[in-house]
């Protein structure tokens, strides 16, 4: 009887401590998780930094996918699930391809911060300069010296978390991206464990936004596709993922070294920063739209040389700030 009730007590006792690491497994995913808008105010927290930064960079489409070792941080450059296949793609330079008329697979690009609400991005691609600026709630466009609408599309999101380094700001940005900020969870990515904003992890059928469990940065933008857009038309674009890749600090603040773009798990576009120039010293009429809107505007042809001059000196910092890099870059 007594040795019945040992066996008993020992069957109890596996039985409980099974139970246990069985809690130890699920409790993790359990675990408190902060509402949404607090996590925001979080990674705004964590991207605090100087008033005004300026980055150098490099953008290739469609580039041959190199498996990498997870970085510094621990994350591997790749998104979630399997690497995907290299894609074979012809690599003229950007002379080559302006003069061949077509778009070219790599460009340079210089990037102007002026936190938390205004960024300039001037890009020459195939030997046309491409000017993107975004001032509080308006943005403006010029290409080739002519002045177009232009609205950031998902394409752009990426500089959004970036950029609006304030949580009224990140809130209502992630809100107009389709993010719900009153949803969030806890989640893993390679081996980490991660807080998803906009979602229940695993679900990805929905906009949201990955942030690192304990830096608060941002490590993923998911877009799933859509039959329709915000306005209800029909429209066939495909689902985008967006990853931010090997965080560093320079100074004050933290950025990404590399931002890559998949549509599946097709890499599409990739982003290598080439430097960081934190508390770069810039004038800020660079970023002054109604200017820039009066320069560039349907009658730039009957403004006067001394406007166009006043510009072009406006211009200067930039252009050397461009040259200087294709000479590194180039050497």
């Known amino acids: 009887m007594t040795r019945k009730i040992d066996v008993v007590r020992c069957a109890a006792l596996a039985l409980g401590t099974a139970g246990l690491l069985l809690a130890g497994l699920v409790l993790p995913v359990r675990a408190y998780v902060p509402e949404g808008p607090h996590l925001i105010a979080l990674m705004a927290k ?98 080739g010296g002519e002045i177009r609408s232009w609205k950031p599309d998902r394409g752009d999101a990426y500089i959004e978390p970036l950029l609006y380094r304030r949580r009224f700001l990140l809130e209502r940005k992630l809100a107009e991206r389709g993010v719900d900020i009153n949803v969030s969870s806890l989640g893993l990515r390679d081996h980490r464990l991660v807080y998803v904003i906009g979602a229940s992890f695993p679900d990805t059928s929905v906009v949201q936004l990955w942030i690192d469990k304990q830096n608060f940065l941002p490590l993923r933008w998911i877009f799933p596709a859509r039959a329709q857009d915000a306005s209800g038309k029909p429209e066939s674009k495909a689902g985008l993922e967006i990853v931010y890749s090997g965080w560093k600090k320079d100074g004050r603040t933290w950025y990404p070294e590399r931002i890559e773009f998949f549509r599946g798990q097709r890499l599409i576009r ?47 910092e930039v252009r050397k700030a461009i040259d200087a890099f294709h000479k590194k870059f180039k050497d």
């Open 46 to 143: 964590a991207l605090a930094g100087p008033r005004q930064l300026r980055v150098l960079q490099q953008v290739e489409d469609n580039p041959v996918r190199v498996p990498v070792m997870p970085d510094r941080s621990g994350f591997y450059q790749s998104p979630a699930g399997q690497n995907p296949e290299p894609v074979a793609v012809e690599r003229d330079s950007a002379n080559e391809a302006a003069e061949a008329g077509l778009r070219p697979r790599h460009w340079n690009e210089t990037l102007s911060f002026i936190f938390p609400d205004r960024f300039r991005k001037d890009a020459w691609i195939g030997g046309i300069n491409r000017v993107e600026i975004i001032n509080g709630d308006k943005q403006v466009c010029i290409v």
């Open 270 to 316: 990739r982003i290598d920063v080439q430097e960081l120039l934190p508390e770069a010293d810039f004038a800020e009429a660079l970023f002054d739209l109604e200017y820039l809107e009066a320069v560039y505007g349907p009658e730039l042809a009957e403004k006067k040389d001394d406007e166009r001059d006043t510009e072009e000196k406006d211009m200067d």
